[in-house]
């Protein structure tokens, strides 16, 4: 299959993009969060597509995205208080909410689960082809199974070409990690992934809001996951990443003992002056949403530019958009986390 890279703002591309959707075929989108690799939500054919294109496990339930908050209607039993208030202060955004299903969710989307995760994303291409499909479209993020989530529409090609329809440029992600995951299915309402949207948000409008264990912790051997993608190896890069807790006099110190063949570091914006190991940064130190924005290019750069096999990275503050940080670098390293003092 011959992919076809479509520039967003090109006359025709949201409408081309739309047809192959309605056609029940695949396109990369661009979100603020990450890219998505999109299907028509309400044709099970199509949905189960992504799965192969993504060499994703089929237990793994998809996210259907909307362009009105109407549309929610048709998707879930009902709409209780709680998501109006999620909506009204986090919708269009990076947030998803996870409620009991309606008999319009085709089993490939909900993965056999009994509820649908929803989002309304706020990027206006999403918005648009969402609209010009006229139907809601499921989307997990646009890489192949287990590698770094898509921020920019090169990642997508890397990643999916010959395997998908066509993937619509429309720039670089603002926020750069997936959305904030929220389940409303049960009380209290619970984080299973964090994302833009914090904790402390979500509890400024929900009161009690409790954290899943599997957020910073590897799942307990035999234990069901609440949210089926955070039993899988995800975000890694194919060296082997190591996070070093402690401070940055500490952190130089260990990278510089270890420096070696293949030895790479993931520091903060200007710490790779000190380090005699090749280096990426991935923001600054004081700035978690330059950390969310740059993380995922960051760890494929690891990879195609570094050819690094292993990589010690300073560890991310886990409070805020910090949180959305750690979680997803710590599944990076496979949990290995070694304190340095
Ligand atoms: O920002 C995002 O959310 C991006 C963009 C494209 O919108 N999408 C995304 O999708 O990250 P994906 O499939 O990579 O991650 C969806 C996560 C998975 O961990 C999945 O297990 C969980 O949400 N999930 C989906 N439906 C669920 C459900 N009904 N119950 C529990 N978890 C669910
Ligand atoms: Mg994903």
Same mark, same amino acid.
């Given at each position: ?123 206006? *291409? =999403?918005?648009?082809?969402? #609209?010009?499909?006229?139907?809601? !479209?499921?989307? $997990? &993020?646009?890489?192949?199974? +287990? ?115 293949? *030895? =790479?570091?993931?520091?903060? #914006?200007?710490?790779?002056?000190? !380090?005699?190991? $090749? &280096?990426?940064?991935?923001? +600054? ?57």
């Amino acid at each position: 299959m011959q992919t076809q890279l479509l520039q967003a703002d090109a006359p025709g591309a949201i409408q081309t993009a739309a047809a192959i959707l309605q056609n029940g075929g695949l396109v990369g989108i661009p979100t603020e969060t990450v890219y998505g690799l999109a299907a028509n939500a309400l044709d099970g054919a199509a949905v189960a597509k992504i799965f192969a294109a993504k060499g994703r496990p089929m237990d793994n339930p998809l996210i259907v995205h909307i362009s009105h908050f109407e549309q929610i209607y048709d998707l879930v039993r009902e709409v209780p208080e709680a998501a109006k208030k999620l909506a009204e202060q986090f919708w269009p955004g990076p947030l998803t909410i996870i409620l009991p299903k309606s008999a319009r969710i085709p089993d490939e989307v909900s993965a056999g689960l009994d509820t649908v995760a929803v989002r309304f994303p706020s990027h206006p *291409v =999403a918005r648009a082809v969402i #609209d010009a499909a006229g139907v809601p !479209l499921a989307a $997990p &993020s646009g890489n192949l199974s +287990g590698h770094p989530s898509p921020t920019t529409a090169a990642h997508v090609m890397n990643d999916m070409d010959g395997r998908i329809e066509a993937v619509l440029d429309g720039g670089p992600c603002s926020v750069g990690v997936e959305s904030t995951v929220v389940t409303l299915a049960e009380q209290p309402p619970r984080l299973l992934r964090p994302g833009g949207i914090t904790l402390e948000q979500l509890r400024g409008v929900l009161g009690q809001v409790e954290m899943d264990d599997a957020v910073l912790h590897p799942l307990a051997d035999g234990k069901c996951a609440a949210s089926p993608g955070m039993k899988y190896k995800h975000y890694s890069p194919k060296a082997n990443v190591i996070i070093l807790d402690g401070s940055l006099e500490h952190y130089i110190d260990y990278v510089n003992t270890h420096a070696g063949d293949g *030895v =790479a570091a993931l520091c903060y #914006d200007g710490e790779d002056k000190a !380090l005699q190991v $090749p &280096s990426i940064c991935y923001g +600054g130190e004081e700035d978690c949403g330059e950390q969310a924005r740059e993380l995922f290019d960051a760890l494929r750069e690891l990879d195609e530019q570094l050819h690094a096999k292993t990589v010690y990275a300073r560890c991310p503050e886990p409070e805020g958009v910090g949180l959305a940080v750690y979680n997803r670098l710590i599944r990076a390293a496979g949990f290995e986390v070694i304190d340095v003092g």
